[in-house]
């Protein structure tokens, strides 16, 4: 098993930057993509960045240019770098880990954090 926590959410305004992580416990060594998911009110959850093993990064359309996701093996932590925030970016963020090769989809994923809130003021 492999446990995900999330930090570094928090309120923001329109233009400003935050960085999430994702710290990583247990069988990390299991993991072979590392993600970025969001889930606003109403809404189903999305796919924001992900990371493979080979430092590969792959974004949604609505976030590239703006965010970097990336990773630190000695800490096992995973980072989402968000800058100039818009107020559609405002969601609950998860981390995400996939034993096998994930994409973009919900269902690839195995392992979930409980998320943290981004919320941007316009």
């Known amino acids: 098993q492999v446990q995900l926590v999330e930090s570094g959410g928090g309120l923001v305004q329109a233009g400003d930057s935050l960085r999430l992580s994702c710290a990583a416990s247990?069988?990390?060594?299991?993991?072979?993509?590392m993600g970025w998911f969001r889930q606003a009110p109403g809404k189903e959850r999305e796919f924001v960045a992900r990371?493979?093993?080979?430092?590969?990064?792959y974004y949604s359309d609505s976030v590239k240019g703006r965010f970097t996701i990336s990773g630190d093996n000695a800490k096992n932590t995973v980072y989402l770098q968000m800058n100039s925030l818009k107020p559609e970016d405002t969601a609950v963020y998860y981390c995400?880990?996939?034993?096998?090769?994930?994409?973009?989809?919900?269902?690839?994923?195995?392992?979930w954090g409980q998320g943290t809130q981004v919320t941007v003021s316009s």
């Open positions: 995400a880990g996939a034993r096998l090769a994930a994409a973009d989809e919900v269902i690839g994923y195995d392992y």
């Open positions: 247990g069988r990390t060594f299991s993991t072979s993509t």
């Open positions: 990371i493979t093993w080979r430092r590969s990064s």
